[in-house]
Structure formats: structure tokens, C-alpha cells
């Protein structure tokens, strides 16, 4: 599919077929709290990951903690995608859009158990369908109802505007 486990096989994912767990769609146009979170616990290493594309132009990047403990920003860049395993410490910068800032996220991995379980305690609570290794694609029934991907994070509804 897209050519994305051929880019990963062989190099970060230790699996002759990694797996495609979701795919979905990031928008967001308003942030103003600046959430820093693992995608991954770091017991994950290299086995889980995620990749990011930005279908647009952005105006909201992408913050990160680097191996000194100091504070980043990584700029995002029209068709250029940036991936990353577990333990990275990361959050979208804070700022407004002149338009809807759109990421393609997918969360790929191990088809080992153990590190289906890992990715299970991340993908639980974020995507509605994913596609497990052992079972293969299924609704998660404990999907929260949920409006916006992450606090801080959002696309400005227009219900949600004080009048």
C-alpha cells in the first residue's frame, strides 16, 4: 500500500511484512497548548512507528524534545514525511493557520504480539477501525466519542466559537 512497508521493511520494523495498524487524517487549525507525548511507549524501540505527511502547506509545525533534553522544532514540508518510533517526545506547536494545516498519519509495526500490545495501548483510545496483526481489521468498540484528535491541538469548529 503506498509503497510504505517496502520503505520500512528491512530498517526500523524488524518484520519481513510489517503491519499497517491505521491511517487517518490529522486537521487542525488552532493550537495553544503545547501537549508534549509519545505516540509510543519507549519499550516499543524501532517495532511501532509512526509517519507523518503534510498534504499542504503548514503554518503549524511540529515540536520535539532531541537526545539532550532540549526543545525543538521541526518545520513541515509539502510531500517530505517525517517518522518516528518510540520514546520520541513530541507535540504540535502552538500558533493559528491561515488554512486548515492536513497531516496523512499512519501507524505501522511488528506483527509480534508484544508489540501489537504496546501499539494496542496507543491506537485504543485514537482510531475508531485499525487493522490488527492477529485479527486483522476491526471497529474498536472502545473508541471514546470524541470531536477534536487532541487538546490543544484542533481544527476551530464553528458550533464551538463564543459569541
Known sequence: MLG???LVKGTWIDSEDPTIYSIFFIPRSHSEVLQIHED???TAMTQVMTLLVPL???DIHLKYIDVDEEERD???KLGKGI???GGFMHGTGIGDGEEEDVLLCVYLGSQDRDIWEIALDN???ESEYYNSPITGYVRNENFPDKRICQYGAQTKYPWKEKK
Open 40 to 42: 509510543w511507549r519507549y
Open 83 to 85: 517518522g518516528f518510533a
Open 123 to 125: 491506537i485504543g483510545d
Open 56 to 58: 499542504n502547506n503548514f
Open 4 to 6: 510504505i512497508k517496502d
Open 74 to 76: 521541526y518545520e513541515y
